[in-house]
């Protein structure tokens, strides 16, 4: 199930018709609070008041033109203008700035964001996406961390490569923000197998609690698995850690009574909060990682 819904969210008809489908945009509002910037505002705003900070990604990837891509950059500076007063950040895919297209691009445009996001006391996120993109978006971010302290890369647990990968990036004090990986990689480069993922999650963040300890790196726990964030807490702890020095990311709609919990013990914790109309891809992706998930789609078809 998970592999067939990772290809549907690679086929180009389906892309193109499924988000006409009224069932199916009444589906995704569970993960999308909508498609616009206001409504992922207001949710913001509604999770500072109980402690939970927000992080802001307007959906869209694999775009072809680089005015597509200058646009989606003043969008973001928009955003970062109006969003200063519930204290979000941002988080962005490299193919949706111009990777494809034209790498130098897509680094200048993300200079640009990581100066409106200085300006606005925030910090940028790069996302990671399928395989073919890792090289090229690990160099992006040893670019940009040069000059720009307040940016941070998203690495993923799933991929053999992961560790060497974060051995190259420490000494360059990044900001790391570990999840278990959304693709469909093939068995050479990444593990298949949950309990294999999960055992090199917490390998990996053990590999980096240290370098938390010692203010190096800003590491943020990208995952909705509570039992892991228990474990890598416990690794923590050892070091003489507090709980706000661990910092967590859900997704909106996933867990919110954990996140709400995690805060409450003294975690910091940020609800991504993804919007626009470009959400088949991503929304497919969601739907992978919880086939359940599928249950919920056809009660929309029949409801
Ligand atoms: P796991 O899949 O083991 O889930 C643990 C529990 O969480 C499940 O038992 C279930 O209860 C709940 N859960 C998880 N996913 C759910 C879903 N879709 N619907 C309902 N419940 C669900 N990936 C990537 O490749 N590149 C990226 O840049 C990012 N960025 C990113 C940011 C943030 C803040 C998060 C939380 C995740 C990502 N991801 C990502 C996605 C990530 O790689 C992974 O696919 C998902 O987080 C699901 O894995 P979990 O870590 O939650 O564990």
């Not at 480069?189 to 300890?213: F, G, H, P, S, T």
């Not at 990208?222 to 020095?245: K, P, Y």
Request: include cysteine; glycine fraction near 6%; charged fraction near 25%.
């Amino acid at each position: 199930m998970r592999w067939f819904l990772l290809w549907c969210a690679q086929n180009k008809w389906l892309s193109a018709h499924v988000p006409t489908w009224g069932f199916a945009k009444r589906a995704v509002r569970r993960f999308l609070p909508g498609e616009d910037f206001d409504s992922a505002l207001r949710e913001a705003v509604e999770f500072k008041k109980q402690g939970v900070g927000a992080l802001f990604t307007r959906l869209g990837e694999n775009l072809t033109a680089l005015d597509e891509a200058g646009a989606v950059v003043q969008h973001y500076e928009e955003v970062l203008a109006a969003s200063a007063e519930v204290g979000a950040e941002i988080s962005v895919k490299p193919t949706q700035l111009g990777l494809d297209i034209d790498p130098a691009a897509a680094l200048a445009n993300l200079a640009r964001l990581a100066r409106a996001a200085a300006a606005a006391n925030s910090f940028l996120w790069i996302d990671m996406e399928g395989s073919a993109y890792t090289d090229a978006t690990i160099q992006l971010y040893t670019r940009l961390r040069a000059d720009h302290p307040n940016t941070g890369i998203c690495l993923q647990a799933y991929l053999h490569r992961t560790a060497a990968d974060i051995l190259k990036l420490l000494p360059r004090r990044p900001a790391i923000r570990l999840v278990k990986g959304a693709y469909a990689e093939s068995a050479e480069i990444a593990y298949q197998a949950k309990r294999d993922v999960d055992a090199n999650y917490l390998a990996l963040c053990v590999l980096m609690l240290a370098e938390v300890k010692h203010k190096s790196l800003r590491l943020v726990l990208g995952t909705h698995d509570v039992e892991l964030i228990g474990r890598v807490w416990r690794f923590g702890q050892a070091l003489g850690l507090e709980r706000s020095q661990i910092e967590v990311n859900m997704l909106y709609g996933i867990r919110t009574d954990e996140q709400l919990k995690l805060s409450k013990e003294g975690y910091v914790v940020r609800d991504l909060i993804a919007y626009g109309d470009a959400w088949y891809a991503w929304y497919l992706r969601r739907l992978a990682e919880r086939p359940a998930n599928v249950l919920f789609v056809a009660r929309q078809l029949i409801g």
